[in-house]
């Protein structure tokens, strides 16, 4: 597996990315992958581990640990090292329907876990992934591959989002009849409305759809199933049904002047600003702009980076993101070993951008917002907020405790509060009568999907809830694997 004495011979070296202040003024990916001859030697640092964790795939204290969708590393890194790069395509795509996607906005969990990493820095895998898939459409090796052989049988999979694509991609190699039905007017789910376009740029996502439709996969747009199109209908037409609606449903902050105007959801946000970039480059107006404003993202994570960076683009005059949590260690604590995911401090590229144009990272940790004020229009002018420290309570229990004499007030007008997401909409679950989980989410087990109504499953974030995409795509491919067993008594689908 690459190189045996790779990771002594050679240091890491990512793709490179561009200025902060230059990418700022365009919605375009902006990371110039590597040459093929830096990729191998990438690869090379791949060592022969024995017993590699990078696709392990398992949840250690609460976080992924090595790849969910269990990619075969360090083949495909060994080959790649060697110049084998259609034989390393071909290796990506027996575990990962959608290497251009994870390639793209994948944590990379698998660089957490990876050997090296334990006393140098890990393989970029994450690079390689990319780079694999990428040549693979560049020199043609990606052709629609229908089956050779229908079944006969018919499944509508519920929700266009990587847990509902990887199904849909499945369950049509397996031969049956597949149908995807998306309330959104195109197809992609988080893919193509909550990811921003220079994160994952769309025509990757449409490539991939128009690749599924020639293999054989229907897609129907602008059908929100259990609103404007009966789930009767399903249950009369097909012979299963896969629920991969995601769990869109956004956690609010409900305090004190939480009416005025100006307050959004993350995804609200997020989503209509790609849709105006898609439909008019803007031009329509119908989105949610930040242009001259001060914006406040309530929130961490992937989404609110994400609110940082189109802020930003959008030419706001200023962002402050808040996050009630402390600021991570420069390194693992004690309590952090590999091979769970690093719990360090890093600055993701929307940070990086307002350290750029504001001389310092947008994010305040510890921080508490009490309450909002609006001006005599009714529009959101101000937040008042307060620090916190997190002290045990008489259970034991960590708790947020507000610190005397630390409120503060932000000027803001734009709010965006990306706090996460409590589950699904529960329309199409209530009209189905699918049984739910305490959290809301469809309730089905792990490695079976089935829910309590006879030949109607559930995957991705619907079933799991709030999670990452590679989660979701191995939640689909699984959920597939069961569908046809259901529908045929045994599968050949891993």
């Known amino acids: ?12 070296e990512t793709a490179s990315e561009a200025a902060p202040l230059l990418r700022v003024s365009h919605w375009q990916e902006f990371i110039t992958p590597l040459p093929d001859e830096k990729l191998q030697t990438q690869g090379a640092r791949c060592m022969d581990c024995g017993i590699p964790f990078c696709h392990t795939g398992k949840l250690i204290s609460g976080m992924a640990a090595g790849c969910p969708i269990h990619n075969l590393i360090p083949e495909w890194n060994d080959l790649v090292y060697r110049g084998q790069w259609r034989e390393a395509l071909e290796r990506l795509h027996k575990t990962n329907n959608f290497p251009e996607f994870t390639g793209r906005v994948c944590p990379a969990p698998c660089e957490g876990s990876c050997t090296v990493g334990l006393n140098d820095a890990p393989v970029t895998i994450k690079n390689i992934e990319k780079a694999i898939i990428d040549k693979g459409f560049a020199e043609g090796w990606v052709v629609p591959e229908p089956p050779e052989e229908r079944t006969g049988k018919k499944v509508a999979v519920v929700g266009s989002g990587p847990s509902g694509l990887a199904a849909a991609a499945q369950l049509n190699k397996a031969g049956h009849y597949v149908t995807v039905y998306e309330r959104a007017d195109r197809i992609g789910g988080l893919l193509m409305y909550g990811i921003p376009n220079m994160k994952l740029d769309k025509k990757y996502v ?19 199933v259990g609103v404007d199109y009966p789930v009767e209908k399903l249950q009369e037409e097909f012979d299963a049904i896969v629920l991969c609606g995601g769990a869109t449903k956004g956690r609010d902050l409900t305090i004190e002047g939480r009416e005025n105007e100006g307050i959004h959801l993350a995804m609200d946000f997020l989503r209509r600003n790609t849709k105006s970039l898609l439909d008019s480059e803007h031009q329509d107006g119908a989105f949610i702009s930040a242009e001259g404003k001060d914006v406040i993202v309530i929130g961490g994570g992937d989404t609110g980076t994400d609110c940082v960076g ?6 706001c005059r200023s962002v402050t993101q808040f996050e009630i949590m402390p600021k991570a260690p420069d390194r693992r604590a004690d309590n952090n070993p590999w091979p769970e995911w690093p719990k360090v401090y890093k600055m993701d590229y929307g940070q990086e951008e307002a350290a750029a144009l504001q001389g310092a990272d947008p994010r305040q940790y510890l921080i508490s917002t009490k309450k909002f004020v609006g001006d005599e229009n009714g529009h959101v002018k101000e937040l008042h907020t307060v620090l916190i420290e997190w002290k045990k309570d008489e259970q034991g229990r960590f708790a947020p405790v507000e610190v005397p004499g630390s409120e503060k007030i932000y000027p803001a007008q734009l709010v965006l509060i990306a706090m996460g997401f409590l589950g699904p909409e529960s329309a199409v679950l209530d009209q189905l009568g699918v049984e739910k989980d305490e959290r809301s989410n469809a309730k089905a087990a792990h490695g079976k999907f089935a829910t309590n109504v006879k030949g109607i499953f559930a995957a991705g974030d619907m079933r799991r809830g709030q999670s990452l995409v590679v989660w979701a795509i191995n939640e689909g491919r699984e959920a597939a694997r069961e569908v046809d067993r259901y529908l045929m008594g045994s599968s050949n689908l891993p």
Not at 218 to 224: D, Q, S
Not at 310 to 315: D, E, G, V
Request: charged share 25%.
């Open 310 to 315: 189109t802020s930003i683009r959008h030419k």
């Open 1 to 12: 597996m690459g190189k045996p004495t790779g990771f002594i011979d050679y240091q890491r």
């Open 206 to 224: 449409q490539r991939r759809v128009e690749l599924l439709a020639a293999e054989g996969v229907t897609f129907i747009t602008g059908a929100h």
